[in-house]
Nanobody, 120 residues
């Protein structure tokens, strides 16, 4: 199994920045892609950004140009640099790791989440 622990959330004013970290432990050699998802109150969990082991990243349209995902495979850690934060970015941010099962299916492992609150 894989355990994921997020850190770096907090309260920030609109226009500010935060850097989230997610440290993976356990069977980290099995991890394929990692990413960040978020869930605001009353809303469905949504993808924010993902990154492959080789460093290929993709982003939700709402965060393109503002957020940057990166990965340090040696440290088994994924980061999310969030700039130009907006109140609508307020959510619990969850780290995700994908473990292959079969050819076309993957298990998802999740961290406990870290709260990001952006004030107006």
């Amino acid at each position: 199994q894989v355990q994921l622990v997020e850190s770096g959330g907090g309260l920030v004013q609109a226009g500010g920045s935060l850097r989230l970290s997610c440290a993976a432990s356990g069977s980290t050699f099995t991890i394929n892609a990692m990413g960040w998802y978020r869930q605001a109150p009353g809303k469905q969990r949504e993808l924010v950004a993902t990154i492959t082991r080789g460093g290929s990243a993709n982003y939700a349209d709402s965060v393109k140009g503002r957020f940057t995902i990166s990965r340090d495979n040696a440290k088994n850690t994924v980061y999310l640099q969030m700039n130009s934060l907006k109140p609508e970015d307020t959510a619990v941010y969850y780290c995700n790791a994908k473990i292959p099962r079969g050819l076309l299916y993957e298990y998802d492992f999740w961290g406990q989440g870290t709260q990001v609150t952006v004030s107006s």
